[in-house]
């Protein structure tokens, strides 16, 4: 669908990793060619924070406030994330609080551990979702919803950089068998012995397709 960005109103991302989400969503919209009276703006909600720009454009859109607003995420996981907060000692003495500043990895031992999941059981999810990721890239179900991006990557052993052209997602692991994720530790035995480097998300690099919100009332004609 081709809208003119002028009628565009606001564009929201959803960003977890970035302090300075908001002003790169600014810079990023102007640059694009969408005009200075657009509103741009971030959230973040964690792992929901896309869902959460989708909700809050079309919140926006349902209460009348805009017209048209597109919804978007990103990340950039490989450049890391700063370390979680540092709260007063009032705070802390609040154990609900203080757990706030749990590594992910700890709160998926502990939900694990909640619901009786294995990790057997997690290890042949993770095997049947290679497995449909497999199925779904070779059949070129995604090659629509992927837009090339040339850029500049550095080899980790030999620190050689060079020019490549992304054009699908690297995550899914070709030909992964159940056998093959057992045999991998834990990855941080200090919290539980059930998430792993193999089944749990890879650090990712990307963004979420853009979402474009439309009022029901707007006339494209």
Known sequence: MKIDPSLVEDICLGNVGDISAAWKTRAAMLAAGFPHTSGASSVNRFCSSGLKAVQDIANQISNGSIDIGIALGGECMSKGRAAGPSFSPEVVANQEAADCRQPMIQTSENVGNDFNISRRQQDEYAVESFRRAEVA????????????????????????????????????????TLESLLKIRPAMPQFGDKTTGGNASQVTDGGKLPRLGITKAFDPS
Not at 138 to 167: C, M, N, R, S, Y
């Open 137 to 176: 890239q070779k059949a070129g179900w995604f090659d629509d919803e992927i837009v090339p991006i040339t850029t500049k990557v550095k080899d980790p052993k030999t620190g050689e950089e060079k020019t490549v052209t992304l054009t699908r997602d690297e995550g899914p692991r070709y030909g992964t």
